[in-house]
């Protein structure tokens, strides 16, 4: 006689207790479940067994919810302290950021299809342009510069992605994917694209810790070049 009324009771105290915090972090759940492209607010409310309109009294819309999880995500990345030169200071950024944004499925996506959005994602992007007019760099350049950094890490980091999906695709063999590659480079003609040919080890070397810090350094010294040239 008493277990009926209990559950009913514990039902409506659960539906009282939905909020903007915990649909986010079902949502973070689900996109590392599902991806970017299956998180529907449905499958949301699905996840946190309420009625979708139960989600808009917290959340306005789906562009809401992204942006919400973009910044749950950077809340995830540590900042870096403002000490030290300011080139370790953004080598130590950008892979801080790319092992947050490899810590969740298509976040790096995400990130790049929402505004700038979110204290703590706001948080990042002072921390970058703090340490880029720290550099020398006027305030112009520095707002490039932070533009180029932003879209290196992210669209390395989305790169990484798209290769684990597709090495998942052909059984989780990574190796059996660039061995392919590389065979596919070493057999095509070699006085049409003899560079292509000669290449082939280095194109298909799968480092993507060295090769992030080759494009690391790379940034980092033609920041050094545009700092001196405007000083």
């Known amino acids: 006689m008493t277990i009926l009324p209990y559950r009913q009771s514990e039902r409506r105290r659960k539906r009282e207790a939905l909020d903007q915090t915990r649909i986010v972090r079902a949502a973070l759940a689900l996109l590392d479940e599902a991806g970017l492209d299956d998180l529907t607010m449905r499958r949301l409310a699905d996840r946190l067994n309420v009625k979708a309109a139960s989600l808009y009294r917290h959340v306005r819309n789906k562009d809401e919810l992204l942006v919400l999880l973009g910044d749950e995500i950077s809340s995830e990345i540590p900042l870096v302290r403002p000490s030290g030169s300011w080139e370790n200071q953004l080598k130590e950024m950008a892979r801080n950021v790319r092992k947050g944004l490899l810590a969740h499925r298509d976040a790096a996506r995400l990130l790049a299809i929402t505004p700038p959005f979110g204290p703590r994602r706001l948080r990042h992007i002072e921390s970058v342009l703090r340490t880029l007019r720290a550099s020398g760099l006027n ?3 520095a707002a490039s510069a932070a533009y180029h950094c932003n879209n290196f890490v992210t669209e390395f980091a989305a790169d990484e992605a798209r290769f684990a999906s597709m090495a998942m695709s052909t059984g989780g063999n990574r190796r059996k994917m660039f061995d392919e590659a590389r065979r596919h480079f070493k057999s095509l003609p070699v006085e049409e ?39």
């Open 139 to 141: 305030d112009r350049d």
């Open 193 to 231: 694209y003899p560079t292509i040919v000669a290449l082939a080890d280095y194109l298909t070397k799968d480092d993507p810790d060295a090769l992030f810090e080759f494009g690391l350094d790379m940034c980092i010294r033609g920041l050094q070049s545009l700092s001196k040239r405007r000083a």
